[in-house]
């Protein structure tokens, strides 16, 4: 639905609400698809923000973290308040800019909102990054069975749990494991142990956590890297994408 107000237009901008704070495991009536509001389609009078159509939202293991109610003074992340809708990183279109680092019709990536439009203001604008699609590879690219003989040289962790378990007894000598993640237990009420950490001294292997956000300023690089192997056929990936309703 559109309307015009002057010379501005005004659409409806479909949003994903959270409903209230989750417990346990996710439910569908956590959350709400709200159709109702309305965004203009023209930057506020002096606003140095940067408004974007989205085209793909993504909806990965962090999200979860956010919904469910926490301390105040904690230092990893803060919850998103009820009523209020999701966000997360994003791949999608500058409608209008007025940052001058970016241009109307940039592609772009970044903490958007689960929404059909973004303003993006403030301090925000700092974690949105134009897209350099230079190698003709899916833009879906720009938002997150193995067979070893030898053992596991290096393992990205975003799952924890038995899967960690069984990836440590598998681990070759002097390996290494990056942990991001933890999703088998977030949903858990008494989380689970890990029992096999004997193969981090008996193979020598280093186990280190990190928060993706501390690592932006390599991003860069690591698509001079990636992006031409994912093109020559190098590097394989899996997409797992839904259509928005």
């Known amino acids: 639905m559109e309307s015009e107000e002057g010379v501005t237009k005004i659409i409806r ?3 994903v609400i959270l409903r209230d704070y989750v417990s346990g495991f996710p439910k569908e009536s956590d959350m709400q698809v709200v159709s109702s509001g309305t965004i203009k389609l023209k930057l ?27 301390d105040p003074g904690s230092r990893y992340l803060d919850s998103f308040n009820p009523g209020s809708r999701i966000s997360r990183y994003g791949v999608g279109k500058v409608w209008e800019s007025g940052d001058p680092k970016f241009k109307e019709g940039d592609l772009v990536w970044g903490i958007t909102g689960w929404e059909e439009y973004s303003l993006i203001t403030g301090t925000a604008t ?19 069975s193995w067979y070893f003989p030898e053992g596991i040289d290096i393992y990205f962790d975003n799952v924890g749990g038995k899967m960690l378990d ?19 237990q977030y949903n858990l009420e008494q989380p689970e142990g890990v029992h096999n950490l004997l193969s981090l001294i008996m193979k020598q292997v280093q186990l280190k956590g990190f928060l ?5 300023h390599l991003y860069g690089k690591f698509l001079e890297t990636v992006l031409p192997a994912i093109k020559e056929g ?9 259509d928005a309703c």
Request: charged letters at 20%; one cysteine or more.
């Open 166 to 184: 069984a990836v440590l007894l598998n681990m070759k000598m002097n390996g290494r494991i990056a942990a991001c993640g933890m999703i088998s």
């Open 126 to 144: 700092q974690s949105l990054f134009k897209i350099h699609n230079t190698h003709d590879v899916p833009l879906l690219l720009y938002w997150n």
């Open 234 to 242: 190098k590097r394989t990936y899996v997409e797992d994408v839904a």
């Open 13 to 15: 901008n479909k949003q």
């Open 44 to 70: 506020p009078e002096g606003c140095e923000g940067v408004l974007v159509k989205n085209f793909y939202l993504s909806c990965d293991p962090y999200v979860k973290g956010r919904m469910t109610k926490r």
């Open 212 to 216: 993706v956000f501390n690592y932006y």
